[in-house]
């Protein structure tokens, strides 16, 4: 058990857009819980409260962490990102420009990938709310507590804790056919025959094509990944809810295999299609035209 009663509070300035509702709950990450506008979650291993203010985030976190927690929220946030820019160039789609206007700030996470390659093995033929609850599930029953302050949250757990916990363990923990899944890639990444984090000096390629080779991990889960963790803008995961948008709003209903369809997204959007993938993803998702 990790216990602080102890926390630093510190106002980490923001100059790039960023709505923390619609980043947190965009389908990205599924560990946040909100209450009365603070957010609590795990940044860099650390459990850490987040509240949006004016031209920046009030952060709450350990003393232990504290030392280099700013810089751990701006690379969490992808500060390093110029959003701005980002609209610009991608405005030049007229559909885009209206998306951007309705959800300005919306911005790709730069998460753990480790946590990250799980939640999305889990997505397999789910949708939001399930993968939280398989994430938090993983957590409650095999994670370390972690308190601050009032606040007590489950670490997700390691690939040892995974791969020793097993597949039947996993299934009686509601992840079904995703057990063996996530069991098997557990044991891969805990005997050292993949390191995630490792995979962000890979080119996007070489980054996918390792990630395929795990169990259960399809073209979908593998853009998920290196978009959301592994620092590769130009990945495009492609699931219902993007492929309706590309086919129905660009492609006049035609149908495309995935790979033909990523083809399409790169030279369309260029070196930022996972933005464009995000914005419009949502976009799609809240049924709207």
């Known amino acids: ?24 709950e965009s389908g990205q990450a599924f560990r946040w819980h909100e209450v009365d506008g603070v957010w609590s979650g795990f940044i860099a291993g650390g459990l850490v409260t987040l509240e949006r203010l004016d031209g920046g985030l009030a952060v709450e976190c350990s003393t232990d962490a504290a030392p280099g927690i700013s810089d751990a929220v701006h690379r969490y946030f992808r500060m390093d990102d110029d959003l701005p820019a980002i609209y610009e160039h991608l405005s030049k789609d007229e559909r885009l420009t209206d998306v951007i206007q309705q959800h300005w700030g919306l911005r790709i996470l730069r998460q753990d990938p480790w946590e990250c390659l799980i939640a999305f093995i889990c997505s397999q033929n789910s949708n939001i709310p399930r993968i939280a609850q398989m994430q938090e599930s993983l957590a409650n029953e095999l994670g370390e507590t972690v308190t601050m302050g009032d606040i007590k949250r489950m670490a997700f757990p390691t690939p040892d804790v995974l791969a020793s916990a097993g597949e039947d363990v996993l299934r009686k923990l509601a992840l079904g056919y995703r057990a063996k899944y996530v069991a098997k890639t557990a044991e891969i990444v805990a005997s050292g025959g993949l390191t995630p984090h490792a995979l962000r000096d890979k080119s996007y390629e070489d980054a996918k094509a390792e990630l395929m080779a795990l169990p259960g991990v399809g073209a979908k889960v593998a853009d998920c990944v290196l978009l959301f963790a592994l620092d590769k803008l130009e990945a495009v995961p492609i699931d219902r809810w993007v492929r309706r948008a590309f086919e129905e709003w660009y492609l006049d209903g035609e149908e495309l295999p995935y790979n033909e369809l990523l083809a399409w997204a790169h030279k369309t959007f260029g070196a930022n299609a996972g933005y464009a993938q995000q914005y419009l993803f949502f976009r799609r998702r809240q049924g709207q035209g």
Do not use: K, N
């Open 1 to 24: 058990m990790s216990t602080s009663s102890i926390t630093h509070r510190v106002e980490v300035p923001i100059d790039q857009p960023l709505d923390l509702p619609l980043t947190l």
